[in-house]
């Protein structure tokens, strides 16, 4: 069963707009992590936010935030003030206790200018 | 620079080739891992290495052995590969283990294509 799920194949923001990336995710474990990362067309995978699960506030870097939603178990990220160099896919991933990380289908984000 | 180097990073190779992709890690991590990302489906989780003992072998076929002679450095040995094989595969690192939850950190990736 699918544990990370990503609803939204394509999105498209305006340059300077904010913009919402979903994340739904599924386990029965209370302690576990939630990670986005963006992969541009060059490969590499750059990890961008993390939400751990007894985390009461919802994390934040620059102008990345996540909309942590534990009831719903969703793990949205909003990205601010949306800049042409934030076109690229974004993975939501989720790590449970040990090595076991679950990756979503990903999202492909195009800022328009 | 993530700190995470994978080489090479393209590869083209016969059915009846052996390879070997390369991973290293700069970060003093204690964990590396190996994914595979083909196109239109999640990452693959491969195989994990804890403090250099394998903790995690997700079925992967067999004709993808890998190695890993210390905490920094990585291998995927490659034999007999098939077509559907074709995909990129991402090394990663990531401190802690046990209950502890860390991110993990990427390579840029070889781009694997067999022939």
């Known amino acids: 069963a699918q544990k990370i799920t990503q609803t939204q194949p394509g999105m498209f923001v305006q340059e300077k707009e904010a913009v919402t990336l979903d994340c739904t995710y599924d386990t029965s474990d209370q302690s576990y992590g939630l990670f986005w990362y963006k992969q541009p067309s060059s490969g590499e995978m750059i990890f961008l936010i993390y939400?751990?699960?007894?985390?009461?506030q919802n994390a934040t870097e620059g102008r990345y935030s996540l909309n942590f939603q534990k009831a719903r178990k969703s793990a949205n990220l909003v990205i601010s003030a949306s800049q042409l160099g934030d076109s690229a896919m974004y993975f939501c991933?989720?790590?449970?206790?040990?090595?076991?990380?679950?990756f979503g289908t990903g999202t492909s984000l195009t800022v328009i200018p | 620079e993530t700190g995470v180097t994978q080489t090479p990073r393209h590869l083209v190779m016969g059915m009846t080739n052996k390879k070997s992709l390369k991973c290293e890690q700069h970060?003093?991590?204690?964990?590396m891992y190996w994914y595979k990302q083909s196109a239109k489906k999640p990452l693959e989780l491969m195989f994990v290495y804890n403090f250099k003992e394998q903790t995690e072998n997700n079925s992967v076929p067999s004709r993808f052995s890998p190695e890993c002679p210390n905490s920094s450095h990585l291998f995927l040995h490659l034999h007999t590969l098939q077509p559907e094989d074709s995909a990129l595969y991402l090394c990663?690192?990531?401190?802690?283990?046990?209950?502890?939850?860390?991110?993990?950190?990427f390579g840029p990736g070889t781009r694997l294509t067999v022939t």
């Open positions: 990663a690192s990531s401190q802690g283990q046990g209950g502890q939850i860390h991110e993990q950190y």
């Open positions: 939400q751990g699960s007894y985390d009461e």
């Open positions: 991933a989720m790590r449970l206790t040990g090595n076991q990380f679950y």
């Open positions: 970060l003093g991590h204690n964990a």
